[in-house]
């Protein structure tokens, strides 16, 4: 006689499959690889180390592709690459700026990788963290400023391009009130007017 199974659907598994558990095993290898050779997976199992630690849980992954590479993750973790770089050390660094400063101020706990592509984060850190630790970055003069600024200056009647223009402009006396507008407007963006200073 044949016993009788029941389809239950099989075991219950916070992994929904084998692609995610090789995605997943993938995290291990950042304590031993080094950084310049990481992937996306290293940063993202990356991340969710940092998460581990600052929450004492898991980060709860979304699973909306059967595909880890085409997952909400993967995604949000290619957004930040082309919208900051694509240089695995200045992920890490990020990721670091983010569960130092971001996290312990959040009002509740965040449950999405997203609080880390936002561009009212980004553009911040952009202009004073990273570029104002990077050695190799020389701002002059003739150094463009961030479109986002420049479109600032625009609304406000102010047409300038370069960080030179806007140490000229910040030195006026007195300063039209567009002008004092303007710059409230990008400091309150996250614009570190000390950096003028290193104008030369």
């Avoid at 929450?55 to 699973?63: E, N």
């Avoid at 970055?137 to 609304?155: A, C, K, M, N, W």
Wanted: net charge positive; proline share 5%; hydrophobic share 40%.
């Amino acid at each position: 006689m044949v016993k009788k199974t029941i389809d239950d659907g099989g075991e219950l598994s916070s992994i929904p499959n084998d692609k995610y558990k090789k995605f997943f095993a993938k995290f291990a290898e950042i304590d031993t690889l080094d950084i310049k050779e990481w992937k996306m997976a290293h940063v993202l199992g990356y991340f969710c180390k940092k998460y581990k630690e600052a929450y004492g849980v898991d980060y709860p992954w979304k699973f909306n592709n059967p595909s880890p590479t085409k997952c909400f993750e993967v995604w949000q973790g290619s957004v930040l690459a082309s919208k900051l770089s694509a240089n695995p050390q200045i992920l890490k660094d990020y990721i670091d700026w983010g569960f130092k400063e971001l996290v312990p101020k959040a009002k509740r706990r965040l449950t999405s990788i997203s609080f880390l592509t936002k561009e009212d984060v980004l553009i911040p850190y952009k202009m004073n963290v990273l570029l104002a630790t990077k050695k190799d970055l020389h701002v002059d003069r003739g150094t463009p400023l961030p479109s986002e600024y420049i479109t600032i200056f625009e609304q406000h009647g102010c047409r300038l391009n370069s960080y030179g223009d806007l140490a000229f402009l910040s030195q006026m006396d007195p300063m039209s009130q567009e002008m004092i507008s303007a710059i409230n407007t990008i400091k309150e963006m996250g614009f570190d007017m000390e950096i003028l200073k290193r104008i030369v």
